[in-house]
T-cell receptor, first 112, second 114 residues
Framework: DAKTTQPPSMDCAEGRAANLPCNHS???????VYWYRQIHSQGPQYIIH???NNETNEMASLIITEDRKSSTLILPHATLRDTAVYYC?????????????FGKGTHLIIQP | DAGITQSPRHKVTETGTPVTLRCHQT?????MYWYRQDPGHGLRLIHY???????DKGEVSDGYSVSRSKTEDFLLTLESATSSQTSVYFC?????????????FGSGTRLTVV
């Protein structure tokens, strides 16, 4: 799986959009970008994933650059409950039995 | 919700004793995983299973064994617990079919070895 680079921490004001960047310059053509988050003491939670097109669901939007070397997770109206560690993970979609490889992620702190 | 239940939620045990953690799922998923999470290391894969009686090692499998005798249960055993195995343990399943292939995690088991 390709390696990802994320800032260790970010702050965002409540009600504003939180934009979390991720670099994955060695991504392969068949690798997807997945985002998970982990709220304190809970198990990681799936947010969104994409291959090359931008994606949106009820939780967030995922913007992937045209060259696929970086992406941005957008939480459109951040709330205090969005304070968590966010993980950007690159892996082959649907492939293999092996699990996800987690890096250190970005600790997003939503300020009131 | 994939219906994952981990038990126990908390356990304190003594060094050298055997410990078994249970992960139970209700939706017949083929793939199941055990992770541990420690400060400074993040989540690391211990073992995983791709079917009944089919298991394989992850990144940090030393000191752990697993068993999966039926689809719904994936057991993690510490044969002789050590203080270095004090951690939070998460079970996960992988959704298959469709285009998601997402992973769903349980609520975790906090294990303390004294």
């Amino acid at each position: 799986d390709a390696k990802t680079t994320q800032p260790p921490s970010m702050d965002c004001a409540e009600g504003r959009a939180a934009n979390l960047p991720c670099n994955h310059s060695t991504i392969s053509g068949n690798e997807y970008v997945y985002w998970y988050r982990q709220i304190h003491s809970q198990g990681p939670q799936y947010i969104i994933h994409g291959l090359k097109n931008n994606e949106t669901n009820e939780m967030a939007s995922l913007i992937i650059t045209e060259d696929r070397k970086s992406s941005t997770l957008i939480l459109p109206h951040a709330t205090l409950r969005d304070t968590a560690v966010y993980y950007c993970i690159v892996r082959v979609g649907g492939g293999g039995a092996d699990g996800l490889t987690f890096g250190k992620g970005t600790h997003l702190i939503i300020q009131p | 919700d994939a219906g994952i239940t981990q038990s126990p939620r908390h356990k304190v045990t003594e060094t050298g004793t055997p410990v078994t953690l249970r992960c139970h799922q209700t939706e017949n998923h083929r793939y199941m995983y055990w992770y541990r999470q420690d400060p400074g290391h993040g989540l690391r894969l211990i073992h995983y299973s791709y079917g009944v009686k089919d298991t394989d090692k992850g990144e940090v499998s030393d000191g752990y064994s697993v068993s999966r005798s039926k689809t719904e249960d994936f057991l993690l055993t510490l044969e002789s617990a050590t203080s270095s195995q004090t951690s939070v343990y998460f079970c996960a399943i992988r959704e298959t079919g469709g285009t998601n292939y997402g992973y769903t995690f349980g609520s975790g088991t906090r294990l303390t070895v004294v």
